[in-house]
């Protein structure tokens, strides 16, 4: 009975097992939309450095969004974007959505800090798609970009860094700039500042691991721990959160927290700290003292005329 009991037992996990890793090997669910005009372009010799293209049909160059995907920098695909490709175009305006190496992978290759892969990825994308203008029939000056979390923690930091096109490069994409015309992001992260992070939302716990601080167990256990490094780290965190950047030249910005459950209050714990509409009013307190277009929106909190991201990118960009 014992014997036959144990067999069961094993062939019970032995099949919960089974299921759990054929979970993992599940390719992510990819939302409905039409196929890329171009799928897979690389900008980069790393398997994660391609691109989807989705060309508007125009007798002009056309506006693009420029789409980066969130997943903390460790997960998520550029297929998620593939749900907006069809209204993009209809309304004119190209889409390109980019992949990129993850930080897990700048860790395995000893980079540091780890995030530098992703940011300088999301760069160099953008600088490819821009020396593609003639080819994809497309306007180099009109793109905006979008991302959620920490892919919307990228747009802003490409969003407010000064140029990084290189003039004197040998390289001609090296030589574009990677300035956008706007952005609109969903739930993003504005800074990596683990003390202002905790002086504005108490229960922060995101940003360690951008900079190679985290536990074995998880990414947002080390919270303490990169608050304690601070100082150590504090140069790259200068460099890598976006806010550090805002100056009086920049271009408008469109923020949307649709997780939001309360009015956001500085100095409260959050429901969702990692996407908390606070660190949109932390990033809105510095637009405006450099008198810098933004708008910030959350449930509760709407726009009377942009009811999210892509109305607001695809009127701004269209825009002449």
Known sequence: MTRIFALAFAIMFGSLASAQEAKKKDPPKVPAGPDPTMANVPYGTHARQVLDFWKAKSDTPTPVIFAIHGGGWVNGDKGSYRGIAKRCNDAGVSLVAINYRYVSQAVEAKVEPPVKWPLEDAARALQFVRSKSKEWNIDKVHIGATGGSAGACSSLWLLYHDDLANAKSDDPIARESTRLFCAAVNGAQTTLDPKVLR???????????AFGVRTTENRDGAFQAFFEQREKLLPWIKEYSPISHVSKDDPPVFME??????APVKGENQDDPT????????LMEKLNEAKVEGIMTYPGHTHEKYKGSVDYLIDRLKAK
Request: net charge positive.
């Open 275 to 282: 996407h908390s509409a606070v660190a949109g009013m932390l």
């Open 257 to 262: 927290f649709p997780s939001q459950k309360k």
């Open 199 to 209: 002086e504005w939302m108490p229960n922060a716990r995101y940003g360690g691991h």
